[in-house]
């Protein structure tokens, strides 16, 4: 019989080329575009309420915190429960598996089938699910749904999730204030952004990939209008934010 250890790992690869795709035409333009998305997701799934939780990045000084910027109407209460329940372990299976996470009572079906991780709830509870979104320097979170009533299969899962990840995504890019498809740098922007960004000079740079450092300056300044930075500073930092660079 396949293991849940197997079905996860070919979960991740499926995830893994679902993801690959192009989300150009799907971009927001704000935040309340993002909330149709969500709510299309909350019927497909079949759920009462919504919520997107951001994770704040997990230092020496301050361990990982669970936001919540975005969730339905009237959800408030389920929303601080299930954070104040669960809010541990949400952060400790961020950092060590894609797999979605269903919280289910005993009462519920065990999902044997599933390529996801299975959390056994009191009685009486409803099942929810969470979809961990992870994008490295980018930000992480996850899109939870909560007392889902569709039959629950790995395709359904798998479109899911990629639709949390896009979600996700604009939302975050929103939030560092950079406009839909100023992210999409050429190679050689992204290369100059790197080298500044690991300490070189322009000439530097130009010896090293063989340009001018006209060339090399100009290839700057486009990377920096395209990220709608005001200096080269800025633009390192909201590149390596999308995880464009290192």
């Avoid at 969730?71 to 961020?94: A, R, Y």
């Avoid at 050689?188 to 990939?209: F, P, T």
């Amino acid at each position: 019989m396949e293991s849940v250890a197997s079905r996860e790992v070919q979960y991740t690869k499926e995830r893994a080329r679902e993801f690959s795709y192009d989300g150009a035409s799907s971009k927001a333009g704000s935040t309340a575009d993002l909330f149709p998305k969500l709510v299309t997701m909350q019927r497909q799934s079949g759920s009462m309420a919504f919520a997107l939780f951001a994770v704040e990045a997990n230092t020496l000084l301050k361990p990982g915190e669970i936001e919540c910027p975005m969730q339905s109407p009237g959800s408030q209460d389920v929303v601080s429960g299930f954070i104040e329940v669960h809010s541990e372990f949400l952060l400790s299976h961020l950092n060590s598996s894609p797999c979605p996470l269903i919280f289910a009572p005993e009462s519920a079906p065990s999902f044997d089938t599933l390529a996801a991780r299975l959390v056994r709830t009191e009685a009486g509870a409803a099942i929810d699910v969470a979809l961990p979104v992870q994008l490295g320097a980018m930000g992480n979170g996850f899109v939870v749904f909560f007392d889902v009533r569709a039959m629950l299969n790995n395709d359904l899962l798998l479109d899911l999730h990629r639709k949390s990840l896009a979600v996700m995504r604009e939302k975050l890019r929103l939030a560092f204030g950079i406009a839909s498809g100023t992210e999409n740098l050429n190679d050689r922007e992204i290369e100059c952004l790197q080298l500044v960004g690991n300490g070189m000079k322009s000439e530097a740079i130009g010896d090293q990939l063989n340009l001018s450092v006209h060339t090399v300056n100009a290839y700057l300044g486009s990377a920096t209008t395209k990220l709608n930075a005001v200096n080269r500073i800025q633009a390192i930092a909201k590149a390596i934010r999308l995880g464009i660079i290192a």
